[in-house]
């Protein structure tokens, strides 16, 4: 069983920048493609980023391209979510999730494990 645990949000203003980590505690951490998704209030979940196992292609959705970056260390079995140029509508609570030997998708139904989420808020 995977679990995966989300840290890093919080509050910031909006142009700031926020680091966001989701610690996968399974052994074989590089054969899983890892996905970013957030669920504001009232709203669906929606993707955000993924990073595939192999080649570490990486996708984004058009709302965080260009200002989001995903990373992987498969040494501390850790993805990341770098944010910057953050914007009151990137407020949200942020999921991490993974699917072992995925594709990089953003359907969230290609994804098999889920974290709790960590809530990222930014203030106008």
């Known amino acids: 069983q995977v679990q995966l645990v989300e840290s890093g949000g919080g509050l910031v203003q909006a142009g700031g920048s926020l680091r966001l980590s989701c610690a996968h505690s399974?052994?074989?951490?590089?054969?899983?493609?890892m996905g970013w998704f957030r669920q504001a209030p009232d709203k669906d979940r929606e993707f955000v980023a993924t990073?595939?196992?192999?080649?570490?292609?990486?996708d984004y959705s058009d709302s965080v391209k260009g200002r989001f970056t995903i990373s992987r260390d498969d040494v501390q079995k850790t993805v990341y979510l770098q944010m910057n140029s953050l914007r009151p509508e990137d407020t949200a609570v942020y999921f991490c999730?993974?699917?072992?030997?995925?594709?990089?998708?953003?359907?969230?139904?290609?994804?098999?494990?889920w974290g709790q989420g960590t809530q990222v808020t930014v203030s106008s």
């Open positions: 399974g052994r074989t951490f590089s054969s899983y493609t």
């Open positions: 999730a993974a699917a072992q030997f995925g594709l990089a998708s953003g359907r969230s139904d290609v994804y098999r494990y």
């Open positions: 990073i595939r196992w192999d080649a570490g292609d990486t």
